[in-house]
């Protein structure tokens, strides 16, 4: 009954058909990939530091020229603690989103190669309470446990790693006591954080976005001028502003790096930045992908209508209903739409290959094409309503008129 | 006759305004995604020195001190010893030495506060190397090179915030301990990317937005940036862990970059003899060990070994051009309806003699006024779009315009793209027959 008229309009029609189906297979293609794009810098840029990132802010000072390091230290931290509102600081030699300070390599064995690259936060005492670091399991380092520095390390001492890179260094076994090596450089696991992102989260793989160690140090002169504190969230721009001028008098020819010294909230957001415009942009094109293939449909089902007035009059005046006429340009729609899809599963494949092999991403899931056709056959759907309705509209009698 | 088609094309056009509106937004969207994305590539690109490119090159040593498992090109920049022995030896046209570290500047004469400022310690030869020019005096002296004078250049941007513009030759900025004299200001410079800094592309994953940052402010010899800064220097890479004892004239790590001006292929032939000689010979001295693979890339294989157009910019210009490809197909399909409704009229030209050349050629003037109207509305969707892009924070917002070529550009590809969709349709066009349309009437 229906598939008669369907396989006419096929046949009749086969040069706008044709470019129909391959405007929607592109349409797909494209549709598809960019929604799991999409979806997959929307996860980076949620994924969770496990921080109170709008009451933590970094402050970051350099050029502090000769001098004793310990002394400006304590100083400082002495003048951010007096500022009303400033709840807890310590030294800290990066926060999460902030530039990454010691990115390095580390070995299960005194004379191993590198098993993974993490990155240690170096911090005075105050700065786990400031950056409110919780253990899992293990303890959190006692003051004994805060132990010189040794050029841009400590000599060896007790760290917290993270629960996903303890998990990936030593998967069968508890971590608790566990030691690995930087060169020569031992150090022992006494507990677990639950997560603390890298400085620079994604930078080296999705994997590795927690892949931190805490090392509790007394700073002194070889960690100078970078320090973490706790305000209460809604005060952050006032204590900051007020850090600015404390510093300035404490040590006035220090220069202030305003663009580091922020909440973390405010940091992610600039790190993130790159991937929200790809994101916006990859927005855009689908909304525009969507109207323009809205245009198509409509305007051709617009014009088939109007083609065959008479068509539709003859088959009415042999007893067609309405909804016989408006199913059978819905049904039309349907099978155009799912051949674009069906050639569209290719390309969409095709363009996730490409994309792939340049970008080690991984290829596109199934989901996202059953995402994808659904999306067009609903949009085929609504394109098609108002020509179809028209269609129904045309009385019997339109048989015997012409055009 | 093209007068007549063009009257007839008008008509076509207004008589079904909502189907022209929809194929003019249609080839506009298309042609206005597009066409911001390849402006921002053709911005990104380019030849950073149209002029002088193919005579510079960028030679790469292989300095590990053991042998390493997985590499198989040598490191990006050199270690001190190898990079000032090289330059020293003086086998090329020019030569300039390259690291950058932050430092304290201050103009003690002046109220604007002390700032961190990123200087670039090179050599006498990297101005006329890089046609750098001068608003006021010059560069140094190669003996000012050797004899780590106290002198440095400054950008036109830093001489206007600390002098208000004015000639500042002669006058003493303070950086970190040391007091230098300007003895050049450069006019206002902008390469893109920031190609004698390009380095270490390999490893940002396609995040390569940073190349197109700004030169440095401050320039000052690389033997006095030694001299006044050493503790602010990194390394770009160790084979040990960083000793900061050590200092970076004597570490094995590899943070200097060298630069040399070739003018023609047998020097080139003859530098590249004399880069692999010298790794030869220090393997045999012992302090390479993996040392035999040397490369001498030029510029513009330098840049793109470094992949610099970021991954996000060519993943945009991707998906506009697929996108482009969409509408066009629904331009063609829009088209091919338009044409086809209006099909006793071609049946009645045909019956009164027209050829169906005549047909096609009409209709192919329709497309092409479709396309200039497609150009000109995507015109202002890719300004729409470029003023979207420089709102982004990027290193290179600012270097995202619209210039003539590009304008000029956009028309045409939006002519060719129309034309293009208007093909198959017309085709259809003058295959119409003559005697059943006007049966039909």
């Not at chain 2, 500047?105 to 990297?126: I, W």
């Not at chain 2, 900061?244 to 530098?271: H, Q």
Request: hydrophobic share 50%; net charge positive; proline share 5%.
């Amino acid at each position: 009954m229906l598939l008669q008229p369907l396989v006419i309009a096929w046949r009749r029609h086969r040069l706008a058909t044709l470019l129909l189906v391959l405007e929607i297979a592109i349409a797909y293609g494209v549709l598809c990939n960019a929604c799991y794009l999409v979806a997959g810098r929307l996860a980076t840029i949620r994924s969770q530091s496990g921080l109170d990132e709008s009451s933590l802010a970094a402050v970051q000072l350099s050029g502090s020229g000769a001098g004793s390091g310990a002394a400006i230290n304590a100083a400082v931290l002495a003048g951010i603690r007096s500022i009303p509102g400033v709840q807890e600081a310590g030294v800290l030699n990066t926060v999460p989103f902030g530039m990454q300070k010691a990115a390095v390599e580390i070995a299960r064995q005194p004379e191993g190669g590198a098993a993974a690259k993490a990155d240690f936060y170096i911090g005075g005492e105050g700065s786990i309470e400031a950056l409110g670091l919780r253990v899992i399991s293990g303890r959190l380092p006692a003051t004994d446990d805060y132990l010189p520095l040794a050029g841009s390390l400590p000599a060896d001492g007790l760290v917290l790693v993270t629960k996903s890179l303890s998990d990936y260094l030593w998967p069968q076994s508890t971590p608790l006591g566990k030691e690995f090596w930087v060169d020569k450089r031992r150090f022992r696991v006494i507990g677990i954080l639950e997560r603390l992102p890298i400085a620079r989260p994604g930078s080296r793989g999705n994997s590795s976005i927690n892949w931190s160690i805490f090392a509790p140090v007394k700073p002194g002169d070889a960690l100078v001028g970078s320090y973490v504190l706790r305000a209460s969230e809604g005060d952050m721009q006032r204590v900051l502003s007020n850090v600015e001028k404390v510093v300035a008098t404490i040590v006035p020819d220090i220069v202030f790096d305003r663009a580091q010294s922020q909440t973390i909230e405010t940091l992610r957001k600039a790190y993130f930045q790159r991937d929200i415009s790809l994101i916006a942009l990859l927005a855009g094109v689908v909304m525009a992908l969507l109207l323009v293939a809205a245009f198509g449909i409509g305007g051709l089902a617009s014009f088939w209508v109007e083609q065959r007035r008479r068509h539709i009059g003859i088959r009415r005046a042999l007893g067609a209903t309405r909804r016989d006429i408006r199913h059978q340009f819905q049904a039309e729609n349907f099978s155009i739409v799912t051949a674009g899809i069906a050639v569209g599963v290719v390309i969409a494949i095709g363009l996730s290959l490409i994309y792939t092999r340049y970008y080690a991403a991984p290829t596109l899931p199934l989901s996202y094409l059953l995402i994808g056709g659904l999306s067009l056959w609903l949009l085929g759907q609504v394109a098609v309503l108002g020509p179809a309705i028209r269609a129904a509209a045309v009385e019997p009698v339109a048989a015997i008129r012409f055009g | 006759m093209f007068g007549y088609y063009l009257e007839l094309a008008l008509k076509g056009l207004a008589r079904n305004k909502i189907l022209t509106t929809l194929m003019v937004l249609s080839i506009a969207m298309g042609i206005g995604t597009s066409m911001t994305t390849l402006t921002i590539m053709h911005a990104l690109a380019g030849d950073p020195l149209p002029s002088r490119s193919a005579y510079l090159y960028y030679p790469q040593l292989d300095p590990f001190p053991t042998v390493a498992a997985d590499h198989t090109e040598p490191p990006d920049v050199m270690d001190y010893r190898s990079a000032v022995d090289l330059w020293e030896a003086g086998r090329a046209d020019r030569q300039a030495l390259i690291a950058s570290s932050p430092i304290k500047v201050r103009a003690p004469d002046t109220k604007v506060p002390a700032a961190m400022l990123s200087m670039l310690s090179t050599t006498s030869d990297f101005f006329p190397m890089f046609k750098v020019s001068f608003k006021f005096g010059g560069a140094w002296t190669p003996e000012e090179d050797r004899s780590r004078a106290r002198v440095v250049v400054i950008s036109s941007s830093l001489n206007e915030l600390l002098f208000g513009g004015a000639n500042s030759v002669g006058r003493i900025i303070r950086a970190r301990d040391a007091d230098l004299r300007i003895v050049g200001v450069l006019e206002p410079w902008r390469p893109v990317p920031l190609f004698y800094e390009v380095m270490g592309g390999g490893f940002l994953r396609g995040n390569t937005a940073d190349f197109y940052g700004r030169p440095e402010d401050i320039l000052a010899p690389f033997s006095t940036g030694l001299d006044i800064n050493a503790p602010a220097f990194s390394p770009f890479m160790c084979w040990q862990p960083h000793d900061e004892a050590v200092s970076m004239m004597k570490s094995s790590c590899v943070w200097v970059g060298l630069w040399v001006e070739l003018g023609d292929s047998a020097k080139v032939r003859s530098y590249r003899e004399f880069l692999d000689g010298y790794a030869k010979q220090q393997v045999a001295l012992g302090r390479f060990v993996a040392g035999k693979s040397t490369r001498l890339r030029s510029l513009m294989e330098w840049l793109d070994y470094n992949g610099v157009v970021p991954s996000d910019v060519r993943l945009q210009t991707w998906v506009a051009f697929s996108f482009l490809g969409m509408c066009l197909l629904n331009a063609a399909g829009l088209l091919l309806a338009s044409f086809l409704r209006r099909g006793y009229e071609i049946g009645t030209r045909r019956a009164l003699g027209a050829t169906t050349g005549d047909v096609f050629f009409q209709h192919m003037v329709e497309a092409g006024l479709l396309g200039v109207l497609g150009g000109i509305a995507g015109m202002m969707l890719t300004l729409l779009g470029l003023y979207l892009m420089r709102l982004q924070p990027t290193p290179y917002a600012d270097l995202i315009r619209l210039d003539l070529g590009m304008s000029l550009t956009i028309i045409a590809l939006s002519m060719v793209s129309a034309l293009l969709a208007g093909v198959l349709p017309a085709i259809r066009a003058c295959r119409v027959a003559p005697s059943l349309q006007l049966k039909a009437l």
